[in-house]
């Protein structure tokens, strides 16, 4: 017989039967190793991570030992032994190059274990990796289209910039592959290779268009994932792909009108994860162009109307197409239906699902703002849900609601809210009901009294701006101001030590509006006979406790203090009482008490004849709003007589700034004389004796700019009656109420009243739009002052944007013949529609026009922006 018949080869038998009889002389010399399996239950079996870790650090010590061997019969199943060690955490990078030796075995079953670790061990950043390329593309061209599948695998996984540009040619070609899973596989690493390298895109373009033709679901799918990436990544690719939308159109009317597929079928829908792939690759496409929305839009509304929503399956299909018909310019009708698919999310009993759906209705509540509002009562009711996410986004869409028409309801659930949440929600959503009050309320009454739930809902919670808010609004309403001092004296009467923002309300109201609270009669009810009496004993019990509780805060007992000093000048009697009280302060532990009892005190002794005047009532602090639909700006104006004490700062050791050279950046050299807002000092340059650079003090002196001289003085506001610069529990008042003597220096004595200056606003103050770019804009309102040649300059910012400023510097620069002032800003953030206010003083004895040069910083929307402006438009007869 002729061996030829049996397919005898004398070679490869050879080769076979010493391959067998070394592997067979290698067992019999080294003992079979632990298997994979034996192994994890060893590890599981350990009850301590000492023994945990004793068992794999003998497994790992046994591991290298085998390594070392150059032909051992066990490396696959030492590799995958080391992979289980590595998935656990520790250490295991010594099998790099073992992995590498597998992968270069003929054995399919090595090569998996070879392909698998160096998935795990390897990355971009190893060098090692650069030794696989070879292998791979060894492997790109293999037959067996496993081995083919695993190459892309870990070509995928682990390719590096230069590995892709070199096997991208090898990944194309196996995309127009005959073998299905070959080319699935291929879509799939062409995905990961545009990730990583763009500009290989326009390689795959025509590969990736011929798929959308496939039959089989996971070509297809593959597909559609490749062309999302790539029309994201590129706006040139997503024109081109922008042809396909009525393939992909048919694609998806086949899987909503196919029957019944066993092969693809989910829970009864057809191929759910194609469907979802499909619908937001036409989201994509769709965006910005009203030709391909209007090719979409049927089968976006057979998919919401079709698909079956009592399985998880179909609420994925629909989330979906929610999406993809508010992100692509649809039919308002269409419109409707997507936000009615999200109410009915809202009724189901999953909380993920709900969650969902608030989160997406608070993203399009600005599309199409009235179908939302046919859900409110759905809304509102997820503010009882026990999970605090959904509390949270609810709340939020409810502010998002609220409008002129439905303010009366919204805000009565949402205070309802406030009572019962928890901490963590009363801050956030005491100030939003303060801001949606304040842009919809529908008169003053219901205003103060939504703000005086607010104060007792909130308790210590409350931020200061709603203090702040709060009393400006009081000084405003003047018809109001009896009946809210009424109503602050019940709640103030109770035990307020959880509630210090509502006594630092009520104490400021009172010493303002005393005198009606004590000596005439005030309906704090629906009520004509509910009035409230109050007598001047009653009243200084009250603020007796206050004063000396050691619940209350060092803030509360400076407002306490001051209205007890203002109170002096409304009572009819009691005033030495009054006195003693105050006088009780001169010798308190707290430095800011002590200094503002001594201050008080001597109105009380040497300066009684000025008392009456220096504690007479503020005017109202008029609001100025300007409604353009969605925004409301307001303008704090405060017609008060206000006293400035000038300490004396040290010219021999100026203070430097490191934002000094802020204005020279705009005129190319460095340290011109600035003011910083942070700091409230100017900078000065060294004094007499230190060079200064000679191009810098050429420019500066051509424009007139001072840099030179000792550090100007620093001015405190002792004004009793008008905002001083404060911190109320975390964060800077908008306004401060205290308008106390506290700012002085305890080393600086007390100057004689009588001898102080007073600032008196021009009836007629001019206002001035200094700057208005980006959203922000800076107005400037000009105020006469009774000191010769000086100026007051109120200075305001307004947010017209719906992004939050933070981080806001206002700097500001002078010629040196005038000398400039600035107080602290009201704060550092700008809410939306909100604003911040600074107060400069500027003195120019030489009567000269002024220039001013600015530097504005915030951040707002990730974003850091810096821009500089000069003004030179100030009227002269400011100055007369």
């Not at 061990?121 to 790109?140: G, S």
């Not at 090719?295 to 929610?322: C, F, H, P, R, W």
């Not at 030179?708 to 800077?732: D, I, L, Q, R, Y």
């Not at 206010?837 to 600015?854: D, V």
Request: aromatic share 6%; proline share 5%; glycine share 4%.
């Amino acid at each position: 017989m002729n061996s030829s018949d049996h397919g005898f080869n004398p070679a490869f038998n050879m080769a076979a039967i010493k391959q067998v009889f070394n592997e067979a002389v290698e067992r019999v010399r080294m003992p079979t190793p632990m298997r994979l399996r034996d192994l994890i239950r060893q590890i599981r079996a350990a009850r301590t991570a000492t023994e945990e870790r004793e068992v794999i650090n003998k497994e790992c010590a046994y591991i290298r030992s085998t390594f070392r061997e150059e032909d051992s019969a066990w490396r696959c199943r030492n590799v995958a032994k080391l992979l289980y060690i590595h998935m656990l955490g520790y250490p295991a990078h010594f099998g790099q190059l073992e992995c590498l030796k597998l992968i270069a075995s003929p054995r399919f079953t090595d090569k998996r274990i070879g392909y698998l670790g160096a998935m795990l061990l390897l990355d971009e950043r190893q060098d090692v990796h650069l030794l696989i390329t070879n292998c791979l593309k060894n492997d790109l061209n293999s037959s067996t289209q496993f081995v083919v599948g695993l190459a892309l695998c870990t070509l995928g996984a682990i390719a590096s910039p230069e590995m892709s540009r070199d096997l991208a040619a090898e990944v194309e070609r196996l995309m127009k592959s005959p073998n299905a899973y070959i080319r699935k596989k291929a879509a799939l690493c062409a995905y990961r290779i545009v990730l990583k390298v763009p500009e290989l895109m326009e390689i795959f373009l025509p590969a990736t268009r011929s798929l959308l033709s496939e039959k089989n679901h996971g070509v297809l799918i593959t597909g559609v994932t490749l062309i999302t990436e790539m029309c994201e990544h590129s706006p040139d690719t997503l024109q081109h792909f922008k042809k396909i939308v009525p393939n992909l159109v048919r694609i998806l009317k086949n899987l909503i009108l196919a029957g019944y597929s066993p092969e693809h079928d989910v829970s009864g829908v057809s191929d759910p994860f194609l469907q979802v792939k499909i619908l937001r690759l036409l989201r994509i496409l769709g965006r910005n162009d009203a030709e391909a929305s209007e090719a979409m839009n049927d089968i976006l509304a057979q998919v919401a109307t079709n698909t079956e929503t009592s399985k998880n399956v179909g609420n994925t299909i629909l989330y979906e197409t929610v999406l993809s018909i508010m992100d692509i310019k649809s039919e308002s009708g269409l419109r409707v239906l997507a936000v009615n698919i999200l109410g009915r999310f809202l009724l189901n009993n999953d909380k993920n699902i709900r969650y969902v759906a608030l989160n997406t209705l608070l993203k399009t509540v600005h599309l199409d703002t009235s179908a939302v509002q046919r859900h409110r009562t759905t809304i509102l009711e997820c503010l009882k849900d026990p999970d605090v996410s959904i509390r949270r986004r609810a709340l939020e869409l409810s502010f998002a609601l609220i409008n002129s028409n439905n303010v009366r309801t919204m805000m009565k659930e949402l205070l309802l809210f406030l009572e019962r949440s928890d901490p963590e929600f009363k801050a956030q959503c005491s100030s939003s009901i303060v801001l949606a009050a304040e842009r919809y309320a529908p008169n003053k009454r219901w205003h103060l009294d939504t703000l005086l739930r607010v104060l007792i809902a909130a308790g210590n919670y409350v931020r200061d701006d709603v203090v702040s808010c709060t009393i400006q609004l009081v000084s405003d309403s003047v018809d109001q101001q009896g009946y809210v001092s009424a109503q602050l004296w019940r709640a103030l009467e109770q035990d307020t030590s959880d509630r210090q923002p509502l006594t630092q309300v009520a104490t400021w109201c009172i010493g303002e509006y005393g005198d009606a609270l004590l000596y005439s009669d005030v309906s704090v009810g629906d009520d004509p006979s509910d009035i409230v009496r109050v007598s001047e004993d009653e009243l200084l019990d009250v603020y007796q406790r206050l004063l000396w509780s050691p619940q209350n805060t060092i803030v509360t007992k400076q407002y306490t203090l001051l209205s007890l000093t203002k109170l002096s000048t409304r009572f009819r009697s009691n005033v030495e009482r009054i006195r003693q009280m105050v006088q009780q302060f001169g010798s308190h532990l707290h430095i800011e008490l002590q200094q503002r009892g001594v201050e008080f005190t001597q109105l009380f002794n040497s300066h009684a004849h000025l008392r009456p005047a220096l504690l007479e009532r503020m005017p109202p602090m008029e609001v100025v709003r300007r409604d353009n639909g969605s925004q409301q700006q307001q303008v704090q104006h405060s017609t008060v007589n206000g006293v400035l004490d000038i300490a004396d700062v040290n010219s021999e050791e100026p203070a430097v700034n490191s934002d000094s050279n802020a204005l020279l950046v705009l005129l190319g050299g460095s340290e011109p004389s600035i003011v910083d807002t942070e700091t409230e000092q100017q900078t000065a340059k060294p004094p007499a004796g230190v060079p200064a650079t000679t191009d810098n003090q050429d420019l500066l002196d051509l424009l007139g700019l001072d840099i030179g001289g000792s550090a100007p003085v620093a001015v405190n506001n002792m004004n009793m009656n008008n905002n001083v610069h404060s911190t109320n529990n975390n964060n800077p008042l908008l306004l401060d109420p205290l308008g106390s003597l506290g700012s002085l220096s305890t080393s600086t004595p007390l100057p004689p009243l009588s001898g102080l200056s007073s600032i008196t606003p021009s009836l007629d103050s001019p206002s001035l739009v200094a700057y208005e770019k980006n959203g922000l804009r800076i107005m400037f309102t000009l105020e006469r002052s009774d000191a010769p040649s000086t100026i007051c300059i109120a200075m305001a910012a307004y947010n017209e944007t719906a992004t939050l400023m933070s981080d806001f510097l206002f700097q500001v620069a002078v010629p040196k013949t005038f000398q400039l002032q600035m107080m602290s800003p009201s704060g550092t953030t700008i809410p939306p529609a909100g604003s911040v206010t600074q107060q400069l003083r500027i003195q120019n004895p030489s009567k000269g026009a002024l220039r001013m040069r600015m530097r504005i910083s915030y951040s707002s929307g990730g974003a850091t922006i810096q821009d500089q402006a000069e003004m030179n438009n100030f009227p002269s007869e400011g100055w007369q």
